[in-house]
């Protein structure tokens, strides 16, 4: 297996210093950089395989880098920042990162984390053998080959998260998850805040692919217990 090659990106060069000493000592391939000016280049240029972000940074901040990258990409993406209330991590998994740390980290679990971003991705995105990895439900149509999400034909533009969560639903057809489940599957950790969390990225997914997301045909609620998908 190629090593994975890992971008930090973060103002301070301090920071990026002490992650490239205990990534390095797990044997990942560590890119610095010190502002997000040219992120996809070096997505591209050094085949990148998860990003840590830092949010607050000149010129272009983490937020705008994370819409640039999930434009062109659906690999990992790390937030690391100085803003730790909930509404911030919140809003940082809802534009579309995977996970959120807060400074001052704990070197150890943004290992233990960046190991299980690559991890979960690895095994999400392995293609459904069955159908040649395509997911058909009527006009809903998920190609886990491509990573893309239809409906009628028309591409259906999906966060990382939302698009896990839909895939993870979709995979097993009827098969009721908890909040809990669905947590620890695409986030790989104990749950924390699980039903709000699970709900709000639920009812952003409904918004764009059910056509009556108040009365959802495919992602249903099962009161009490959880979601599950219906052909």
């Given at each position: 297996?190629?090593?994975?090659?890992?971008?930090?990106?973060?103002?301070?060069?301090?920071?990026?210093?002490?992650?490239?000493?205990?990534?390095?000592?797990?044997?990942?391939?560590?890119?610095k950089r010190y502002d997000a000016t040219n992120i996809?280049?070096?997505?591209?240029?050094?085949?990148?395989?998860?990003?840590?972000?830092?949010?607050?940074?000149?010129?272009?901040?983490?937020?705008?880098?994370?819409?640039?990258?999930?434009?062109?990409?659906?690999?990992?993406?790390?937030?690391?920042?100085?803003?730790?209330?909930?509404?911030?991590?919140?809003?940082?998994?809802?534009?579309?990162?995977?996970?959120?740390?807060?400074?001052?980290?704990?070197?150890?679990?943004?290992?233990?984390?960046?190991?299980?971003?690559?991890?979960?991705?690895?095994?999400?995105?392995?293609?459904?053998?069955?159908?040649?990895?395509?997911?058909?439900?009527?006009?809903?149509?998920?190609?886990?080959?491509?990573?893309?999400?239809?409906?009628?034909?028309?591409?259906?533009?999906?966060?990382?998260?939302?698009?896990?969560?839909?895939?993870?639903?979709?995979?097993?057809?009827?098969?009721?998850?908890?909040?809990?489940?669905?947590?620890e599957t695409i986030w790989h950790e104990k749950p924390?805040?699980?039903?709000?969390?699970?709900?709000?990225?639920?009812?952003?997914?409904?918004?764009?692919?059910?056509?009556?997301?108040?009365?959802?045909?495919?992602?249903?609620?099962?009161?009490?217990?959880?979601?599950?998908?219906?052909?």
């Amino acid at each position: 297996m190629d090593t994975p090659h890992i971008l930090v990106v973060d103002d301070e060069k301090e920071i990026c210093d002490l992650i490239e000493i205990y990534l390095s000592q797990e044997g990942y391939i560590v890119h610095k950089r010190y502002d997000a000016t040219n992120i996809l280049n070096d997505i591209r240029d050094y085949d990148i395989e998860l990003v840590i972000l830092d949010v607050m940074m000149p010129e272009i901040d983490g937020m705008q880098a994370l819409e640039l990258i999930r434009s062109k990409y659906n690999i990992p993406v790390i937030f690391l920042s100085a803003k730790t209330s909930e509404d911030d991590k919140v809003e940082g998994l809802m534009k579309g990162a995977d996970d959120y740390i807060g400074k001052p980290f704990n070197a150890k679990e943004l290992v233990a984390r960046v190991k299980s971003q690559l991890r979960r991705f690895t095994v999400l995105n392995k293609p459904i053998e069955e159908n040649n990895g395509v997911i058909n439900a009527n006009d809903l149509i998920i190609d886990t080959n491509k990573k893309q999400v239809t409906i009628n034909g028309q591409l259906v533009r999906l966060t990382r998260i939302e698009y896990n969560i839909l895939v993870l639903l979709a995979s097993n057809p009827e098969k009721v998850y908890s909040t809990e489940d669905i947590f620890e599957t695409i986030w790989h950790e104990k749950p924390t805040n699980a039903n709000n969390t699970i709900m709000v990225h639920i009812r952003k997914l409904r918004e764009k692919v059910e056509r009556q997301p108040r009365t959802p045909r495919h992602i249903k609620t099962v009161w009490g217990i959880g979601y599950k998908f219906t052909i």
